[in-house]
Nanobody, 125 residues
């Protein structure tokens, strides 16, 4: 599967963005799908994910209640809706696919087999 992330931009604190991850080659429903982010000088961190079955969805604590991960099978695209953005959300955001996911999702980057190229999100204060 190939993944293409888009939707990053510069936004003021309190604003919203929706990131998109377009999948090609295979349907994203064949994978657990996740969003990660990496700020300068920091390690890549888990943001949100859902399992291949779609039964389970999870978020890192710092984005709970503000971010929502979803998927559109017809468009073969996964989204990350981000509301009430904060300066600490500034990072490059990556979408990823986990071919071993079934009923559970992973929060570890090493579990994911396929990665998109990343899209920059900058939140100004």
């Amino acid at each position: 599967v190939q993944l293409q992330a888009s939707g990053g931009a510069v936004v003021q604190a309190g604003g919203s963005l929706r990131l998109s991850c377009a999948a090609s080659g295979r349907t994203f429903s064949s994978y657990g799908m996740g969003w990660f982010r990496q700020a300068p000088g920091k390690e890549r961190e888990f943001v949100a994910a859902f399992s291949r079955s779609g039964v389970r969805t999870g978020y890192t604590n710092s984005v709970k209640g503000r971010f929502t991960i979803s998927g559109d099978n017809a468009k073969n695209t996964v989204y990350l809706q981000m509301n009430n953005l904060k300066p600490e959300d500034t990072a490059v955001y990556y979408c990823a696919a986990d071919g071993n996911s079934d009923s559970f999702y992973s929060t570890r980057p090493t579990s994911y087999d396929y990665w998109g190229q990343g899209t920059q999100v900058t939140v100004s204060s």
